[in-house]
């Protein structure tokens, strides 16, 4: 509990918290009184305004005290603390909630959280069925039958059987992952997708069609098939990314037929043959005899 009236002689030792706060800090960097605070019994805090431009508001606190009957005057301790109007750091926040996609660079390692809500576990790891299964006892001693190796020699001689562990069988069939995505993964992976590349984007406004019916879209397997797939043409913005199928973008292949190029028409004159012409007409070629009077010919 702190005292409503700070002690008297502690009160006064005003020098000596100076002088405790002038050998913490550089000379000069210590400021006016500001006053005392009493922190209990024998016990109080002076503060002096620190003027250095980085620790705007902040003062020093030095504390002294003095014991039961004593007359004497001790140091406590000299902090350098914020005040009211004091500019303080922003609150700390873990790094793993700092990041933003796209922070990751080569050789970065982002270990993910035991309890992450967007993962469950693969398989159980366990060799028994859990309490609640429905296999029956004796449906369990029958598969121990069934996958018991059978080894030559006496029957003391054999191996009591074995069934084989979930563990074992997933990483014989390769399905041998440690946790996969969980519903609440599947939903928050799909609304990013949906956000990213959905039908409320302006690009899927303006397009002619959606990628549903795009034959450059690639149809992804599992739940998330239902509604997205990956874009596969060059020409396209979402190249390589994930899209719902209600998205769309101008480089639909059904949004325009490219009309094949026009064949030139065969040419008219054959540049190619040599016609000869001559000067001057030939006069034997005609039906009349070049000898003949113009009279007979009924010219006149």
């Known amino acids: 509990m702190r005292s409503r009236t700070p002690d008297r002689l502690c009160a006064e030792a005003v020098e000596l918290a100076r002088e405790a706060a002038l050998e913490a800090?550089?000379?000069?960097?210590?400021?006016?009184?500001?006053?005392?605070?009493?922190?209990?019994?024998?016990?109080?805090?002076?503060?002096?305004?620190n003027p250095e431009p980085g620790y705007r508001g902040w003062r020093w606190a030095v504390t002294v005290t003095r014991a039961s009957r004593a007359k004497a005057v001790t140091l406590d301790e000299t902090?350098?603390?914020?005040?009211p109007d004091a500019l303080l750091a922003p609150e700390w926040v873990p790094w793993s909630e700092r990041l933003r996609p796209g922070d990751m660079g080569p050789g970065?390692?982002?270990?993910?959280?035991?309890?992450?809500?967007?993962?469950e576990p693969?398989?159980?790891?366990?060799?028994?069925?859990?309490?609640?299964?429905?296999?029956?006892?004796?449906?369990?001693?029958?598969?121990?039958?069934?996958?018991?190796?059978?080894?030559?020699?006496?029957?003391?001689?054999q191996t009591p059987p074995a069934t084989g562990s979930i563990a074992a069988v997933a990483e014989e069939l390769g399905m041998r992952r440690?946790?996969?995505l969980s519903r609440y993964g599947l939903h928050d992976a799909a609304d990013r997708w949906d956000e990213a590349y959905g039908p409320k984007t302006p690009m899927a406004q303006a397009a002619p069609g959606t990628c549903a019916t795009c034959g450059f879209l690639v149809a992804v397997g599992g739940s998330l098939g239902q509604a997205f797939g990956v874009c596969a043409n060059e020409f396209s913005p979402a190249d390589g990314r994930v899209v719902s199928l209600s998205y769309g973008c101008g480089a639909h292949s059904e949004a325009a037929v490219m009309p094949k190029p026009p064949r030139p028409a065969p040419p008219v004159v054959d540049e190619t043959v040599v016609e000869p012409l001559p000067l001057h007409p030939d006069r034997t070629s005609g039906s009349v005899e070049p000898d003949t009077p113009p009279e007979e010919l009924g010219h006149s």
């Open 25 to 49: 800090a550089h000379p000069g960097q210590v400021g006016e009184y500001l006053g005392a605070v009493a922190e209990g019994d024998r016990v109080v805090t002076h503060l002096f305004e």
């Open 79 to 83: 902090v350098l603390l914020p005040g």
């Open 108 to 119: 970065d390692l982002l270990p993910t959280e035991a309890e992450d809500p967007r993962l």
């Open 122 to 157: 693969g398989y159980s790891g366990e060799d028994a069925p859990p309490p609640n299964s429905a296999v029956s006892e004796e449906m369990e001693q029958l598969a121990a039958v069934e996958e018991a190796d059978v080894t030559a020699g006496a029957p003391a001689a």
């Open 178 to 180: 440690a946790r996969v």
